[in-house]
């Protein structure tokens, strides 16, 4: 067998290996028992028993919710952060075939509940016959169901937990809708909206001038802080891992509310802290 031929069957030995251990152990496996352990609680960091002389300085949002106790963005994930105090907590919807907005992430419906196709393509009533397959401890909540923006902020009620609501479509004919749900339960004074899409956070600012908006960005460009204060009540939510001190000062130099994600160790709350952030996403931080 020539050398060639063998790093050929190598190569395609390590792909099938890669694949069946994915198979097995990771998201996509059909396995219970092997996706129990997989899917077992995290441990939350204290900010106040890690960083306590600032820990009272710093407004957290918990990224789908409390996503290490609970399967990222389902209501027990929410009802954590308000228990736990967060300032605020995010989800991401989409809509389903039928029009009504629901909270996922992920492009495909298996990677939740190993079931084929996007929410695009799936009505409610079908979409809410799945139970979850994956997530931290998802066989502690056996009826659990994907919910909709409205079981979502009706988490939120009376509380002092703000909802973060990210866009993860680009239909714009619906747009108003997500701002009729807010003021329908009386939160639009509370609500925060986010997306990476500027012109719907445009189109959002046209129906109404006073809601809070967050304009999603990865690194942190003059242009990006000329389109926050051209919205008005609009700031900047930039990820952490591609932004340095000058890009970091120059947002907050121009008086633009600044939120940076995702972080989750204590050392790197002090350092944003020491430059001016007091307001941080996180996976494992409360």
Known sequence: MSKKKKITIGIIAAVLCAILLW??????????????????????????????????????????????????????????????GYYSAECDIKQTKDGTWVLYHDPILYTRFQKFGAVGNKDLKTIKSYPYKTGAAFWEYPNLRIPTLD????????????????????????????????????????????????????EIRKADKDIELWYL????????????????????????GMNNEKSIRMCL?????????????????????NLGVRYIETDKLY
């Open 23 to 84: 198979f097995l152990f990771g998201t996509f496996s059909p396995f219970e028992g092997i996706r129990k352990a997989y899917y077992k609680k995290g441990e939350l960091i204290s900010l106040a028993d890690t960083v306590p002389d600032i820990a009272d300085e710093i407004h957290l949002t918990a990224h789908r919710g409390v996503n290490l106790l609970a399967p990222e963005n389902t209501v027990p994930a929410y009802e954590k952060a308000v228990k736990l």
């Open 151 to 202: 079981e979502f902020l009706d988490v939120f009620q009376d509380t002092e937990t703000r909802p973060q609501i990210e866009i993860k479509t680009s239909n714009y004919d619906s747009l108003l809708s997500v701002l009729d749900a807010v003021k329908a339960k009386g939160l639009e004074k509370r609500a925060i909206i986010i997306s990476f899409d500027l012109d719907q956070l445009k």
């Open 217 to 240: 960005v990865y690194k942190i460009k003059q242009k990006d802080i000329d389109e926050a204060k051209n919205l008005g009540n609009c700031w900047l939510s930039a990820d952490y």
């Open 253 to 273: 130099e121009q008086d633009v509310g600044l939120s940076l994600w995702t972080v989750d160790k204590p050392e790197d709350v002090q350092k944003l802290y």
